[in-house]
């Protein structure tokens, strides 16, 4: 196999663990907290992840690239395993903690890896890893109506503990490997992208779910579908940032999920949102992706604070909509995504 390949394969079985159990985060925290406090959890779990991410590059000098890959998604495999047979509210956090800090050492030694290998490969890798939207999150609806929801988090942990594997066959020379860089300064922007997304993605499918009492397999069909239109756009639209304004406009219209349950298919959008801004980080070292995905830790934070601070599902959601659609004049009026600038 060649290393595109390899990577793909690594990225579809962490697709497959994924897709089965996001739909169904929050329906699930719901039986251990009230609604409106669902985004406690992500807060507390994104916090540890924002330090956890700038410790990718120690570690992987540590132990080596691929070891660092498949140690650490097997550990984020195991978190959700946590989750799955959590007693109570602290060990779910735990669990959800767990699976996320490791996750996050793991992934600035893919990107870094896909980034040497050409422009598009990270869009291109993300793409193939949207493939199981197809059908996993429909198959995680049917564990949860047959064996009840915590099967859905047991069954992908496991996947997420095999996911790292394929990369055993990647090589690459060691000593080639840059673990650090000189600093360059940081350009917010691209991070403000995951604003609207963190304002929305506690609440979306929970209140699709309770509005219009749909079944766990009705639920798992309009998470496929929205995930399939995310593919069908980053598969049309990589390397392409320009058309970032009218990804954020129509991204904006998850709000009117009070109307009509059909418009939660525009939450698929965040699948295009983050890859065309990772696409411009150019990095060329590890750390140079940690400290892009600690920024982007620290949006997916202030988003969920002020979905917690919104008090109410529907002002998180609006609130959502309105940050969407002026980053949307944002970006059509600036042009200019790109993560790190020259001095």
Same mark, same amino acid.
């Given at each position: 196999m060649n290393r595109v390949t390899l990577l793909s394969t690594s990225w579809f079985i962490w697709g497959i663990a994924y897709y089965l159990y996001y739909p169904y985060t929050s329906i699930y925290a719901s039986t251990f907290i009230k609604d409106r406090l669902i985004p406690l959890i992500y807060i507390i779990y994104t916090l540890i992840g924002i330090p956890s991410a700038l410790l990718s590059a120690k570690i *992987? #000098? !540590?132990? %080596? =690239? #691929?070891?660092a890959i498949i140690l650490f998604m097997a550990l984020s495999g195991v978190g959700l395993m946590v989750v799955a047979i959590a007693p109570s509210l602290p060990v779910l956090i735990l669990g959800f903690t767990m699976s996320s800090s490791s996750l996050l050492i793991a992934l600035p030694n893919y990107y870094y890896y896909m980034n040497n290998l050409g422009k598009g490969v990270i869009s291109k890798v993300w793409a193939i890893s949207i493939l199981p939207a197809i059908f996993t999150p429909v198959i995680g609806g049917a564990i949860a109506q047959l064996l009840g929801i915590r099967y859905v988090f047991l069954t992908?942990?496991?996947?997420?503990? =095999? *996911? %790292? !594997? $394929? &990369? !055993? %066959? !990647? +090589?690459?020379? #060691? +000593?080639?490997? &840059?673990?650090? +860089?000189?600093?360059?300064? =940081?350009? $917010?922007l691209p991070g403000l992208v995951i604003i609207p997304i963190s304002l929305a993605s506690p609440f979306v499918f929970l209140i699709t #779910?309770?509005?219009?009492?749909? *079944?766990?397999?009705?639920?798992g069909v309009l998470a496929t579908m929205s995930e399939v239109i995310g593919m069908v756009v980053v598969f049309l639209s990589a390397g392409r940032n320009k058309l970032l304004p009218i990804y954020l406009m129509l991204f904006s219209l998850v709000y009117l999920v009070f109307f009509n349950p059909l418009f939660s298919l525009a939450f698929g959008l965040w699948e295009v949102l983050i890859p065309l801004a990772i696409e411009e980080v150019n990095g060329s070292s590890i750390s140079a992706y940690s400290r892009m995905i600690s920024l982007q830790q620290i949006f997916w934070l202030i988003g969920y604070v002020a979905s917690l601070l919104a008090l109410s599902v529907k002002f998180a959601l609006l609130i959502s909509a309105i940050s969407s659609l002026v980053l949307a004049f944002i970006a059509w009026k600036t042009r200019n995504f790109k993560i790190f600038v020259d001095k």
């Open positions: *992987s #000098k !540590l132990l %080596g =690239l #691929k070891r992908a942990g496991l996947f997420m503990t =095999l *996911s %790292g !594997l $394929p &990369v !055993l %066959g !990647l +090589e690459y020379d #060691k +000593e080639s490997i &840059v673990f650090y +860089e000189n600093t360059r300064k =940081l350009n $917010p #779910k309770d509005l219009y009492n749909l *079944s766990y397999v009705a639920v």
